[in-house]
């Protein structure tokens, strides 16, 4: 696996399949509490112990969006960074993610394509999350314009 350097602009040619990056965040009580601020998802499963206590995981879960808000950090810094524009994102969450959980999401190169007679360059992602115990807890595909 190889990792790019941070925030240097990039060409399409010196991509790889395989290529890999990640970023890694433990998940605090004030990173849900601001997800929830900057999203307006207030849901009471994410916000409320009394609430979430009564609910199927018996705690607090951590808003799906902030997992996948990670792959952003693994592509837009570590793998790609100027020249590069995140065009769409496919995200299924597989598990539950709680407070003090450590993610690390990781970005690897799939595949690598053109469009318009080689005009457009594009690389398609694996863009997965993995908690401390190497659950997968989303999983997902990004496509990438090289500009």
Request: some cysteine; overall charge positive.
């Amino acid at each position: 696996m190889s990792v790019k350097p941070t925030l240097k602009n990039i060409k399409y040619e010196n991509y790889k399949i395989g290529d890999s990056a990640f970023h890694a965040k433990t998940v605090t009580e004030a990173d849900v509490i601001i997800f929830a601020g900057i999203s307006g998802d207030f849901n009471p499963i994410h916000v409320n112990d009394e609430f979430a206590k009564t609910q199927q995981f018996g705690k607090r879960v951590v808003h799906g969006c902030f997992s996948s808000a990670l792959i952003s950090a693994a592509l837009g810094v570590k793998l790609f960074g100027p020249g590069a524009l995140y065009i769409s994102q496919k995200v299924d969450f597989r598990k539950p993610v709680y407070i003090g959980d450590t993610l690390t999401a990781v970005a690897t190169v799939k595949e690598k394509f053109t469009k318009k007679e080689g005009k457009l360059k594009f690389l398609k992602v694996e863009t997965n999350v993995y908690n401390q115990d190497d659950v997968l807890v989303t999983e997902g595909e990004a496509l990438i314009l090289i500009m």
